[in-house]
């Protein structure tokens, strides 16, 4: 069974950065395009930043120039670089790819 398991996520000072990663867990699942989504507390789970196969990449634009997705095909792992961190940026991060969640990880900024 096909698992994407997330890490990096902490508590953290406004201004400060995290980088989160979502790792396959089993085999013949290539994480060849996938993205980044949040859900902050009493929120709906919202868009943050997709990679496709082609390279292509998209954020929200509240995210633009602060965050930054990649993906090491080698390791079958996807990456989400967080800077300039902000109180508004709290919320569980989940990664998703090809229909399959991860469990979220925890990412609190404090002011």
């Known amino acids: 069974q096909v698992q994407l398991v997330e890490s990096g996520g902490g508590l953290v000072q406004a201004g400060e950065s995290l980088r989160l990663s979502c790792a396959v867990s089993?085999?013949?699942?290539?994480?060849?395009?996938g993205g980044w989504y949040r859900q902050a507390p009493g929120k709906q789970r919202e868009f943050v930043a997709v990679?496709?196969?082609?390279?292509?990449?998209m954020y929200a634009d509240s995210v633009k120039g602060r965050f930054t997705i990649s993906k090491d095909n080698a390791k079958n792992t996807m990456y989400l670089q967080m800077n300039s961190l902000k109180p508004e940026d709290t919320a569980v991060y989940y990664c998703?790819?090809?229909?399959?969640w991860g469990q979220g990880t925890q990412v609190t900024v404090s002011s």
């Open positions: 998703a790819a090809r229909g399959v």
């Open positions: 089993g085999s013949d699942f290539s994480l060849n395009r």
């Open positions: 990679i496709l196969d082609t390279g292509a990449i």
